[in-house]
């Protein structure tokens, strides 16, 4: 993947660069959002039911953990909403991800922060050769629970819409015995291929995030053609992990590391290209608080050069005017483009925004 190549990926996902934090902030915040409480699809339901791309899931959650005084906080103990609809949103196949092979079968993903949910893994890892899920040693109980009761839900398609109901009691669905999601038929992933490891922003190393995974899912066919080891990933995503303006700086601090984990591109006299393929690193986000906001952005732009996508990128889900948290110009979906000092050094970041609430979230 050439330099030009990426930047007709750029020109594919971009509209204008974000320059000025405190002007964004004005123009995500002056429209007129309706308040969507904290967020959370039903923090008292024992389970609820996520309808994505024609494909029922059950997720139990832990209403009582939510709501315990647990060190370290506990709102990955529930869904939120905006999930479902990121879920929906990345595994699209008109997604320009997909459309530009930045994302295959062959990708491997890392989340941050995925809470209990396993929704994001269970629908993108069909998709792609090997997924690590990441956070706090609380929530692995549940999220392998939610692998296990989801284990044979089909490969989704991309046209349904993403919805969710609430149950009063945790559902039958058919059981298994293994931690990853069913493999799909159009794929070559192993059906073991979601692995959980904790993740502390603050303290813990990202370079050893592959250590999870079997030797084999480690080194993939370019690793093998290039002789070299790869500790990057394809893909790092986080599903509304921005609240706490505490650990913003940690947060981005970590997500810069794991983009700079994937060797840098070394251009050839006779056919330059990367070593790999660029980082891609997604950031879905409820907008709540201008100043969170503002610390995030801010912070992230000491690593990242950032831009608005369009709403043809973000469909009729996400895009202005939906009616799904993102009314008018309330989302923005950001693609952040990082470049080393020999500007060939790749990674982006795509941020939808909606939905605001000034109410401060469970801590």
């Not at 050893?208 to 070299?228: F, I, R, T, W």
Request: proline share 4%; net charge negative.
């Amino acid at each position: 993947m050439d330099i030009k190549l990426m930047d007709q990926i750029i020109h594919l996902l971009a509209g204008e660069e974000v320059i000025d934090v405190d002007e964004e902030s004005f123009l995500l915040f002056a429209q007129d959002i309706p308040s969507n409480n904290l967020g959370m699809l039903n923090p008292r339901a024992p389970s609820v039911e996520i309808s994505i791309n024609g494909n029922e899931y059950t997720i139990h959650q832990s209403p009582s953990l939510l709501s315990s005084h647990r060190a370290g906080g506990t709102t990955g103990a529930v869904l939120w909403k905006i999930t479902p609809r990121f879920a929906e949103w990345i595994t699209n196949s008109s997604n320009p991800l997909w459309a530009t092979s930045l994302l295959s079968q062959t990708s491997t993903v890392a989340e941050l922060g995925t809470g209990i949910s396993a929704l994001v893994a269970l629908v993108l890892a069909p998709s792609v050769r090997h997924y690590i899920a990441t956070d706090q040693e609380y929530v692995r109980k549940l999220f392998r629970t939610n692998l296990d009761a989801n284990a044979s839900v089909g490969v989704p398609s991309s046209n349904s819409k993403a919805k969710g109901k609430s149950k009063g009691s945790k559902s039958s669905k058919s059981k298994s015995n293994s931690t990853s999601t069913s493999t799909s038929t159009s794929t070559a992933n192993p059906a073991d291929n979601i692995s959980f490891t904790t993740l502390d922003w603050e303290t813990d190393q990202a370079a050893s995030l592959k250590e999870c995974m079997d030797s084999d899912d480690v080194h993939g066919q370019d690793e093998e053609e290039e002789g070299e080891e790869d500790k990057g990933f394809d893909l790092l995503l986080s599903c509304d992990c921005i609240y706490n303006e505490a650990l913003v700086a940690p947060f981005v601090r970590t997500c810069a590391e794991i983009c700079r984990l994937r060797p840098a591109y070394v251009a050839s006299s006779e056919e330059p290209r990367p070593r790999r393929k660029p980082t891609v690193c997604i950031i879905a986000q409820q907008q709540r608080s201008p100043d969170v906001f503002e610390t995030w952005l801010r912070e992230t732009m000491r690593e990242f050069r950032v831009w608005r996508l369009s709403d043809d990128v973000l469909g009729e889900g996400l895009k202005s005017g939906s009616g799904y948290l993102y009314p008018q110009s309330a989302v923005d979906l950001t693609a952040i483009h990082k470049y080393n000092n020999n500007n060939t050094d790749y990674a982006f970041l795509f941020t939808s925004m909606g939905g605001t609430q000034q109410e401060e979230l469970l801590q």
